[in-house]
């Protein structure tokens, strides 16, 4: 029960209010006075015939010009109306004290994080975003922060804002910090305030494998030495995010990191982009720089370092010994301060021994190596990277985010994914656009019926010798394997062997496709 009391200012009119609650053994729960002669107070629920003297009773108080029953205090329906505010805001927002532990938040925020609202009140802010130093920004007053962050693999904005609140002396005191979280994949305001470079490490790789763990362990170790790199891992593994992910978390992180396809272009074409050319050189009167030239201080990725040709291995090499090299057409050497990162879906080593690849370039960027497990051997990730990649899809498509079949899992699990990670997000995304439920189901992921053969091994015949039972099972299972990756260069990376020894295989044993 809330009252709302007119009355005059008059000396002791409060205290006469609080001695007819006391006859009454009415508990009083507690009492606003507004300056324009209002006092407002909140007790428990009574019955019709005591509010009825009650209600007598405060109107004969001298002073009194009225009194009526409400629904909130002044301070409660200020509270009601802010929370309510802040919950009909689609963005995710927190407040959060001088000691930053969050005392206030809205659905949005506990939707992201996932979390009820006892999980959140009074815990650290440091407990949902470890990467913002709240006591940092804080002691120096900043009047707004902004970052990029990464919350549950996603890409967001972070947005900080002190509250300042006037004391009697007008002298301002921060109370508290206003945090709100935008998603970077919605149209930002105040981009030209944003930092030009994004330091973000490994906070987009999701996993919870014991092989991702180690994989990120290794890499971040990795991460801050200057040697060449070697990211090893079949297609659709990440390699050149998990490149990108190491030069961010290096001290090269604010120089430009450059990718060249070594796959992509000719022989000529790759010779130019890596080292440029000199004046007068194509007709061009002025020079061209090279990536390595423009990537001075940072990295630089090489793509399918295995599809690289002789010509430009040897170069590559020179460069690797002692960071110099000659732009195409000019006899002068320039020297640069780059970290070259590599990465490959084949086996170097067996390019180097069929002599395809230099042996030499093997060694020399066969130091440092990261290799990247395929999918299909850590299925313990689907979980999560399903949870990523429809989080990340129904927020671009502004649908509610669908529940999972209890079965879904188990039977993405058992696929083989040769695409990898890659072609699970691209199944993931084409069973949303297909959804007419609420709920994600095997059926959406058109999962291709031959993969179900290789959980069938072959028979084994024991006759013969040892040799003759070993060719004949190897034959059994290129034949099962190449219906599911029918060519040569499929199967051997599938196998993790060179495409040389599959080839030759599959036309020793006579395996066509079917």
């Known amino acids: 029960m809330r009252l709302e009391v007119f009355c005059e200012d008059r000396l002791g009119l409060t205290r006469e209010l609080l001695d007819i609650l006391a006859t009454k053994n009415i508990d009083l729960r507690g009492i606003e006075i507004d300056i324009t002669g209002i006092i407002y107070l909140n007790c428990p629920d009574i019955d019709f015939n005591t509010f009825s003297e009650l209600m007598a009773e405060i109107r004969r108080i001298s002073g009194v010009k009225d009194v009526r029953k409400i629904q909130f205090m002044p301070m409660e329906r200020h509270n009601t109306e802010l929370i309510s505010l802040l919950n009909s805001l689609p963005e995710p927002v927190l407040s959060i004290d001088l000691k930053g532990h969050v005392d206030m938040v809205n659905h949005a925020a506990l939707s992201l994080f996932n979390c009820e609202a006892d999980d959140m009140f009074g815990h650290p802010i440091a407990s949902f975003l470890p990467n913002f130093n709240f006591s940092k920004w804080a002691e120096g007053r900043i009047t707004r922060h902004r970052d990029n962050i990464v919350i549950n693999g996603l890409d967001y904005t972070l947005e ?82 998990l490149a990108r992910a190491c030069h961010n978390r290096s001290h090269r ?175 993931v995304l084409r069973a949303i656009t297909e959804l007419e439920g609420d709920e994600l189901t095997a059926d959406l992921f058109h999962l291709p019926q031959a993969a179900s053969s290789e959980v069938n091994l072959p028979t084994i015949n024991l006759d013969g010798s040892l040799d003759e039972i070993m060719k004949e099972y190897e034959s059994q299972v290129l034949e099962r394997l190449y219906q599911s990756f029918p060519s040569s260069r499929k199967l051997a990376k599938r196998l993790n062997v060179s495409h040389t020894s599959v080839a030759n295989k599959l036309r020793e044993y006579g395996i066509r496709k079917n």
């Open 160 to 241: 900080v804002m002190p509250v300042y609140i006037t004391d009697e002396s007008n002298e301002s005191i921060l109370a508290s910090g206003v945090v709100m979280i935008r998603s970077a994949q919605e149209k930002r305001m105040f981009d030209d305030m944003l930092p030009l470079h994004n330091n973000l490490g490994f906070e987009h790789f999701v996993g919870i494998s014991n092989r991702h763990k180690a994989l990120m362990g290794q890499a971040k170790k990795l991460s801050m030495l200057d040697q060449p790199l070697l990211i090893q891992g079949e297609t659709g593994t990440g390699k050149e995010m």
């Open 253 to 427: 992180a604010a120089n430009p990191f450059l990718v060249l396809s070594c796959a992509s272009m000719p022989d000529d074409v790759a010779e130019t982009e890596l080292f440029g050319h000199a004046p007068g050189s194509f007709n061009h009167e002025q020079g061209h720089k090279g990536i390595f030239e423009q990537a001075n201080g940072g990295t630089v990725l090489l793509d399918e370092i295995g599809e690289m040709s002789p010509h430009l291995q040897i170069k590559l090499l020179r460069l690797l010994q002692d960071g110099t090299f000659r732009r195409v057409g000019e006899e002068d050497e320039i020297h640069v301060d780059v970290r070259v990162i590599a990465s490959t879906r084949y086996n170097l080593a067996d390019l180097s021994e069929s002599g395809s690849f230099r042996e030499d370039l093997f060694y020399r960027l066969n130091v440092l190596t990261l290799t990247i497990p395929p999918l299909r051997d850590r299925s313990n990730d689907i979980t999560p990277l399903l949870e990523l990649f429809v989080a990340k899809y129904v927020k671009q498509l502004g649908i509610a985010k669908p529940s999972f079949h209890e079965n879904l899992v188990d039977q993405l699990s058992t696929y083989q994914w040769p695409g990898n990670m890659r072609q699970l997000e691209n199944m």
